[in-house]
């Protein structure tokens, strides 16, 4: 699908009250180096979209830009309706979107609950650490553990954990199961399946595959900063070979 082809499609299918996160021509660059090159994709409230790609496609810049880490970009970023190019992130924040970074950022020297209890609260109808605890009790579990003790699978779920108690609703998540093990992929689909029932929005780069199929509405592919396919769940389903061309798998 060509690129005006395919913005003219999401303009014409997606109202914009209906969106949570709606992207229209974002160039992002790290210093002299042009990086995203006039991404569009639209996720509409209450489902889960994947960006898929090839590593260094753009994905994970695509994330930064959107929560206003990276400090070059140009185009539209509207979250709820709210335009954010131009804001920082702790501007762009309160407006109900929250970022769960790929390396974690969990605090090594703080304990589970320290890391837990760390973000501030920015919306109400966040989850309480109650209800954070229920959806993870491992963490419950472990609560008194500093950071260093944590595996990596614990470390993720602390990560996924934490910002459910700023009030966001809409949850952008990179590569939340890299490296981790088979069981704990699982128990982090049924959280995120159990999320989209309490009516979050979830924007996930991921590169597992099964994993993006098993979770998700709507996906979109991207390459040299730019998404270049879109595909509903349904049609990959039915033919995951139309993603061939793009991701040679």
Do not use: W
Not at 104 to 118: D, H, K, P, T, Y
Not at 204 to 226: I, K
């Amino acid at each position: 699908m060509q690129q005006p082809e395919m913005n003219a499609q999401m303009d014409a299918q997606a109202p914009a009250a209906e969106l949570a996160l709606r992207v229209r021509d974002l160039h992002g660059h790290y210093g002299p180096s042009h990086v995203l090159h006039g991404m569009n994709f639209d996720v509409p409230s209450g489902q889960v979209v994947t960006l898929l790609g090839r590593n260094g496609a753009g994905k994970t810049t695509t994330m930064r830009a959107l929560i206003g880490l990276l400090s070059q970009r140009t185009g539209s970023v509207r979250v709820n309706g709210h335009e954010t190019i131009g804001l920082q992130p702790e501007k762009i924040a309160p407006l109900g979107m929250a970022y769960c970074p790929e390396d974690r950022g969990i605090f090594a020297s703080l304990s589970v609950e320290e890391n837990l209890m760390l973000p501030p609260v920015l919306n109400p109808g966040g989850l309480s650490a109650q209800d954070v605890l229920a959806l993870f009790p491992r963490l419950a579990e472990r609560s008194r553990s500093p950071g260093t003790k944590l595996s990596g699978g614990e470390q993720q779920m602390l990560a996924i954990a934490r910002i459910l108690r700023t009030g966001a609703r809409l949850l952008l998540l990179d590569e939340p199961t890299e490296g981790l093990a088979p069981v704990i992929v699982e128990h982090i689909g049924e959280v995120l399946g159990n999320l989209k029932q309490r009516g979050y929005t979830i924007l996930l780069v991921e590169q597992n595959l099964d994993f993006a199929m098993s979770v998700a509405d709507h996906h979109y592919v991207v390459e040299h900063g730019q998404v270049v396919g879109a595909f509903t769940n349904d049609s990959l389903l039915a033919d995951p070979d139309q993603l061939q061309t793009y991701l040679g798998v």
